[in-house]
C-alpha cells in the first residue's frame, strides 16, 4: 500500500515563527500536494508539485511556500506563521498525467497559530 | 470552471436508515467523479469512483451513479452502521492534476 506520511500530528506555534510541515511518500508518485481542510469549507489546494522542484500554486498560496528536492518529499513552509493559518493541513501524492488518478492523502498535521 | 457542491450537514440517522448525500458538479471536459471519506482522527480516503456516464461506483455498500444528465454523484447506502460515521467528500478531477472538492458532510449514526 502506498503510504504518505506526515512528520506532526500536531503543532502549535507562536505568531511570526517559521513552520516547516513535512510529507514523504514510498510509492514513486510524481504529483504531490498540500490542501488545507476548514470546517465549512472543505478542502482548498495550497501548492501542488507534478515533479521534483517543480511546484504550481493552488487557490489559496498567499502566506505558504513549497519546496520538493526529492521525488517522495514535499515540504510546506509557513515563512511567518498567523493566526488566521491555524488549520488542518493534509498532504497527498498520486501517479502523473490524466485519467481517474486516485489521492492518496497522510493523515493531517493540526496546526495551531497562538 | 470546475466545481463541486454537496449536501449541506451535519446528516444524523439512525442505525438502520437508508443514507442519501447529495452532489453535483460543474465541470469541463469529462471528469472522473469519486467520493472519498474521512474518519475521525485520520486523513481521507477513496470510498468509490467512477470515471463516465452512467458508471456505478461501489464499496462497502456504499454506491453512487455518475449521471451527466443531471451532473450529479449521489451518495448513497440501504442500512447505515454506526461506523459509518464520518465526513464525506465529493470530488471531481479533469485532465488535469488537481481534484476539486465539496465542503463536506459529517454523517453521524446513531444506535
Known amino acids: 500500500d502506498v503510504k504518505v506520511t506526515q512528520s506532526s500530528r500536531y503543532l502549535v506555534k507562536r505568531t511570526g515563527e517559521k513552520v516547516f510541515l513535512e510529507c514523504v511518500q514510498d510509492m514513486d508518485h510524481e504529483n504531490m500536494f498540500w490542501y488545507r481542510q476548514d470546517p465549512g469549507l472543505g478542502l482548498r489546494l495550497i501548492y501542488f508539485s507534478y515533479d521534483v522542484k517543480m511546484k504550481e500554486k493552488g487557490d489559496i498560496p498567499e502566506g505558504y511556500s513549497v519546496s520538493r528536492e526529492k521525488k517522495e518529499r514535499f515540504s510546506l513552509i509557513l515563512e511567518s506563521a498567523s493566526t488566521n493559518q491555524t488549520s488542518m493541513y493534509l498532504c497527498?501524492?498520486?501517479?502523473?498525467?490524466?485519467?481517474?488518478?486516485?489521492?492518496?492523502f497522510g493523515a493531517g498535521s493540526r496546526l495551531t497559530v497562538l | 470552471g470546475n466545481s463541486v457542491t454537496q449536501m449541506e450537514g451535519p446528516v444524523t440517522l439512525s442505525e438502520e436508515a437508508f443514507l442519501t448525500i447529495n452532489c453535483t458538479y460543474t465541470a469541463t471536459g469529462y471528469p472522473s467523479l469519486f467520493w472519498y471519506v474521512q474518519y475521525p482522527g485520520e486523513g481521507l480516503q477513496l470510498l468509490l469512483k467512477a470515471t463516465k456516464a452512467d458508471d456505478k461506483g461501489s464499496n462497502k455498500g456504499f454506491e453512487a451513479t455518475y449521471r451527466k444528465e443531471t451532473t450529479s454523484f449521489h451518495l448513497e447506502k440501504g442500512s447505515v452502521q454506526v461506523s459509518d460515521s464520518a465526513v464525506y467528500f465529493c470530488a471531481l478531477k479533469t485532465g488535469a492534476n488537481n481534484l476539486f472538492f465539496g465542503t463536506g458532510t459529517r454523517l453521524t449514526v446513531i444506535p
Open positions: 497527498a501524492s498520486t501517479l502523473g498525467g490524466p485519467g481517474a488518478n486516485v489521492l492518496t
